[in-house]
C-alpha cells in the first residue's frame, strides 16, 4: 500500500508548488487540490519505481495556476529514509508467525503497489534471505480478475466453480466463566446447603494463525441453570501498547444463557449431558455465537444376545421358517418329466424282480 509514502510525496509537491507561486494562498487549505496532488503523487511514485526521474504535473491545481516540477527516484528516497528499515518488520513477523525457517521458504511473490520500488525491495531482500524476487504476477489484473470471479461464485447468476476464501485469524479469542466447585472441606455449606465458591476458568478457543471462517464449541457441563460466558483477546504480548491500547475495552461481549432449567424440566426424563456453545468468527474476523444447544443422553434398551445372533443368521440365510411360511416359500415340487422316468425306472425293476 505505502499510503504513508504517499502522504510524503505529495507534501513535497506542495512545498515545491509553494516555492514556484509564493504570493498565492496556502495549497494545503484547498482540498481539492491536495486531493489531486496525491492522486499524481501515487503515480509519481509508480514511474519512479522504473525510471531514475520523471515529471509531475497537474493543470490548473490551485488558483488557476498550472504546476509542474520534475522529481528524481534519489529526491523521492531521501523523503522515506526512516521508513525503509521498518519494512522488514512485517516479513519477519510472517516467517515467525508461520513457525518456519528462512531456508524453507522457496519463492517470494510481490504483491502490491509499494513492492515495486526498488529500496523496499531491497529490505525484502535482507529480510528474507533470497537471492532474488519473483515479479511475474500483474498485481492489478491478479486482484481485479479474482475480485471478479469471487463475485461471480457469490452470485445465483453466475455458474462458476466453487471458489473458496480462507483466512487466518490473527487474534487469539479466550472464553471465560465462573466454574461451581465444592469448598474446601469438600461439603456444601451449612447454612445454604448449596456449593458457594466458583473458580474463574479461561479457555482459548481460538489460537492466533486459526483458519476463518470457522466454527468451534464449548459444552458446559456443571450448570443446571441459566449462566454466562465472556468472550475476550487471548494473549496480546506479541503487540505493542499503542497497539494493544487500540483494542479497546475487553472482552468483546458477554453472553447470557438462559432457560436452561426449563429445558432440563421439560427433558427430566432424559441424562442431561451439558449446555454446548457454538462460537463463530467468520471472514472478516469478527467473532459472534451462532447458536446454543442443550445436550441429552437417551438410554435405549439392548437386544439379546440370541436376538442378535439371529438377525445375522437370517441376513446370510435369507430369512427365518416363519418368515418362508409366510412369503409362500415352499420346498421345490419335481417336474412332471421326472416323474415319469421315476415311474419308468420302478417298472424296470418290478419286471428284473418277476424274472
Known amino acids: 500500500?505505502?499510503?504513508?509514502?504517499?502522504?510524503?510525496?505529495?507534501?513535497?509537491?506542495?512545498?515545491?508548488?509553494?516555492?514556484?507561486?509564493?504570493?498565492?494562498?496556502?495549497i494545503r487549505k484547498n482540498m481539492r487540490a491536495m486531493k489531486k496532488l496525491l492522486k499524481e503523487a501515487r503515480k509519481v511514485k509508480t514511474v519512479l519505481s522504473a525510471n531514475t526521474d520523471t515529471y509531475a504535473q497537474v493543470e490548473s491545481l490551485h488558483q488557476d495556476k498550472d504546476f509542474r516540477v520534475k522529481v528524481s527516484r534519489e529526491e523521492m528516497e531521501n523523503l522515506f529514509t526512516d521508513l525503509f528499515p521498518r519494512f522488514q518488520a512485517p516479513f519477519i513477523d510472517a516467517i515467525n508467525s508461520a513457525g518456519i525457517s528462512k531456508i524453507e521458504i522457496e519463492q517470494v511473490v510481490l504483491f502490491g503497489?509499494?513492492?515495486r520500488i526498488p529500496k523496499i525491495q531491497?529490505?525484502?531482500?535482507?529480510?528474507?534471505?533470497?537471492?532474488?524476487l519473483h515479479k511475474y504476477i500483474n498485481t492489478d489484473e491478479a486482484a481485479a480478475l479474482g475480485s471478479a470471479f469471487a463475485a461471480a461464485a457469490s452470485s445465483s447468476v453466475f455458474r462458476t466453480k466453487e471458489i473458496k476464501l480462507r483466512d487466518a485469524n490473527q487474534f487469539p479469542f479466550f472464553v471465560s466463566f465462573n466454574k461451581l466447585i465444592m469448598n474446601e472441606e469438600d461439603k456444601p455449606d451449612k447454612n445454604t446447603g448449596e456449593v458457594t465458591e466458583e473458580k474463574l476458568i479461561n479457555k482459548e478457543l481460538y489460537y492466533r494463525n486459526n483458519g476463518v471462517p470457522q466454527k468451534k464449541a464449548m459444552t458446559y457441563t456443571k450448570f443446571t441453570d441459566d449462566f454466562h460466558f465472556n468472550v475476550s483477546y487471548g494473549n496480546l504480548d506479541y503487540l505493542t501498547e499503542k497497539q494493544t491500547s487500540e483494542f479497546g475495552e475487553l472482552p468483546l461481549m458477554m453472553v447470557?444463557?438462559?432457560?436452561?432449567?426449563?429445558?432440563?424440566?421439560?427433558?427430566?426424563?432424559?441424562t442431561p449431558k451439558g449446555i454446548k456453545a457454538h462460537i463463530l468468527v467468520d471472514e472478516s474476523g469478527m467473532i459472534s455465537v451462532d447458536s446454543v444447544d442443550a445436550l441429552f443422553e437417551t438410554i435405549v434398551a439392548n437386544k439379546s444376545e440370541e436376538g442378535w445372533l439371529d438377525s445375522v443368521s437370517n441376513f446370510f440365510s435369507g430369512g427365518t421358517d416363519d418368515e418362508k411360511e409366510k412369503t409362500g416359500d415352499k420346498p421345490e415340487e419335481k417336474k412332471e418329466g421326472e416323474k415319469e422316468e421315476e415311474k419308468k425306472d420302478e417298472k424296470k425293476e418290478e419286471e428284473k424282480n418277476t424274472e
Open 256 to 270: 447470557n444463557v438462559k432457560g436452561v432449567k426449563d429445558v432440563f424440566n421439560q427433558h427430566h426424563d432424559k
Open 122 to 132: 531491497e529490505q525484502i531482500l535482507k529480510a528474507t534471505e533470497q537471492k532474488e
Open 113 to 115: 503497489g509499494g513492492t
Open 1 to 26: 500500500g505505502s499510503y504513508e509514502m504517499d502522504l510524503r510525496l505529495r507534501e513535497h509537491l506542495a512545498d515545491k508548488f509553494t516555492e514556484k507561486y509564493p504570493k498565492l494562498s496556502d
